[in-house]
Structures are given as structure tokens and as C-alpha cells.
């Protein structure tokens, strides 16, 4: 059986991303008493640590195109946003901090939302982008050369699922002219990847996200799913994670 359909709810792409993510958040000066944009912020991990660091007397306004997981509270304000139709929260200067992950779908004028963002942040206020860098997984050792071409497929189709498009979700390209034309300084790109080994944590969460995406990913079947799983608990299995870009920049005085 060829299991065919796509859905059109959201992928856990925040499971990629969340863990660098709050590692980067350490980079920038979120204080107490501060006002901060989060952009894609179902299910609510970053949401919650961003309350954290801006106190009870500080404001943290999430913004997701879903919501149903967010809960409101007296420091974070919900704010249900279809990024291609809908302006962001706020106005000129609106915030000390913006912290956007890569919404679920594409966008079909990122650039757009992200001056939406810069225009939105007041002097010396960082701006921090989360996405999935072009680069593929790379299989560096499998039991059999067929098992191969099944993880390359399988990572393909993962990565459809997650990101709801085959385009890499890539706030865009040249991300580093558009900081700088839009008078942004410090600004810093990191990328992350890691080594992944049959039966731990990173092949077990690909064959979890497998199992969970069954019913909607596309020119699998069920067996080679099925064998996508066993081989992520062979340890003999040996690949690249995808490769996750973090971007933070300043703006100016």
C-alpha cells in the first residue's frame, strides 16, 4: 500500500528547532520588565521560558497561526496571526526582542514579515530567526547500501511533513543583506547539526516523527516506514541531523 496524502496540520518542526533555539536565547540581553514578539510559538516551550526572563512585570506577545496550545496569561498575550494575510502585533518600536521559529507552511512573502519584524523593534533590541538550513541529512553508514536510498527517502519525506512544503522553510537566502540594508548590526549566523547513531535520541525522535506522520507522507509505503523504524534503532546506522540555522542580529542606536 502507497499511502499518498498530506495533511495539512502542522508538523513538530519546534522539536528541531526549540533546542537551539533556547540555547541562543543566552546570546541576547532578555531583562526583566521587557516587551518580546515570539513568532510560531505553538506549543508554547519558548513561550514559556521567554515569561521567565521577562518577569511578571515584563510582556511576551506569542503569535501563531494555531493558538489552541497557548495559554494566555497575565505576562503572555495570544495572538492568532495568518503570517501571509495578517500584520504582526504592534507598531513601530513595539518591542525589546523578537524571536521568530519558521511557521509550519511556507510564506509567501517572507521577506515581508521580516521587515514587519525589524520595523517593530525599538533601539539596541535583538531579533532572533529560527529555520532548516538547504543542506540534506547525510547517511554516513547503513547496514546495506538498499538501506541507504530508504533513509534518503524517508529523511525527504520527514522533512515534507514537517515544513508542509518540498521548499527548504528558509526565512531567505541572503539574509545577511537584508539585515545589514535594514540597518542591523552584530549580527551573527549559526548553524547547528549533529551526529546521529541508530537507537538514540536523535534517530529515535526520526522514527517517532515517522510513526506519527504515517497517514501522510507521500511514495513510502507502510514496509518501508516499517524498516525506516527498525533502522533507526540499529546502531550500525550512523547520519547527519538537519542541519538547524539560528541568525541573530541587533539593531542599531
Same mark, same amino acid.
Given at each position: 500500500?502507497? $499511502? ?10 519546534? !522539536?528541531?528547532?526549540? #533546542?537551539?533555539?533556547? =540555547?541562543?536565547?543566552?546570546? $541576547? ?5 521587557? @516587551? ?22 515584563? +510582556? ?10 497557548? =495559554? ?19 507598531? =513601530? ?13 511556507? !510564506?509567501?512573502? #517572507?521577506?515581508?514579515?521580516? %521587515? ?6 525599538? #533601539? ?14 547525510? $547517511? ?15 529523511? /525527504? ?15 531567505? @537566502? ?12 552584530? /549580527?551573527?549566523? /549559526?548553524? *547547528? ?35 525506516? *523504524?527498525?533502522?533507526? +534503532? ?8 538537519? %542541519?538547524?540555522?539560528?541568525? /541573530? ?5
Amino acid at each position: 500500500m502507497t $499511502i499518498t496524502s498530506l495533511s495539512a496540520s502542522p508538523g513538530p518542526v519546534h !522539536l528541531l528547532l526549540d #533546542p537551539v533555539i533556547r =540555547t541562543d536565547l543566552d546570546r $541576547i540581553d532578555i531583562r526583566s520588565h521587557q @516587551s518580546v514578539l515570539e513568532i510560531g510559538s505553538s506549543p508554547g516551550e519558548i513561550t514559556a521560558r521567554l515569561a521567565q526572563l521577562v518577569g511578571r512585570f515584563g +510582556s511576551v506577545t506569542a503569535v501563531d497561526h494555531d493558538t489552541s496550545r497557548l =495559554t494566555p496569561t497575565s505576562v503572555i498575550d495570544v495572538q492568532q496571526r495568518d503570517l501571509d494575510r495578517d500584520l504582526l502585533p504592534g507598531t =513601530t518600536d513595539s518591542y525589546d526582542h523578537i524571536v521568530a521559529r519558521w511557521p509550519y507552511g511556507p !510564506l509567501r512573502d #517572507p521577506v515581508d514579515v521580516l %521587515e514587519q519584524m525589524i520595523a517593530r523593534l525599538r #533601539p539596541d533590541g535583538w531579533l532572533l530567526l529560527a529555520d532548516i538550513t538547504a543542506t540534506p541529512p547525510r $547517511i554516513h553508514r547503513t547496514p546495506a547500501d538498499e538501506d541507504t536510498s530508504l533513509i534518503d527517502r524517508m529523511l /525527504h519525506q520527514i522533512h515534507r511533513a514537517l515544513t508542509g512544503h518540498d521548499e527548504t522553510p528558509t526565512w531567505t @537566502s541572503d539574509i545577511e543583506t537584508l539585515l545589514v540594508d535594514h540597518g542591523m548590526v552584530q /549580527h551573527c549566523v /549559526h548553524i *547547528t547539526t549533529e551526529t546521529w547513531t541508530g537507537n538514540g535520541p536523535g534517530c529515535r525522535l526520526l522514527a517517532d516523527m515517522a510513526a506519527h506522520r504515517r497517514s501522510t507522507l507521500t511514495g513510502v509505503t507502510s514496509a518501508d516506514i516499517d524498516r525506516f *523504524t527498525a533502522l533507526m +534503532s540499529d546502531p550500525r546506522v550512523v547520519l547527519a541531523s538537519y %542541519e538547524r540555522r539560528v541568525i /541573530h542580529a541587533r539593531t542599531g542606536n
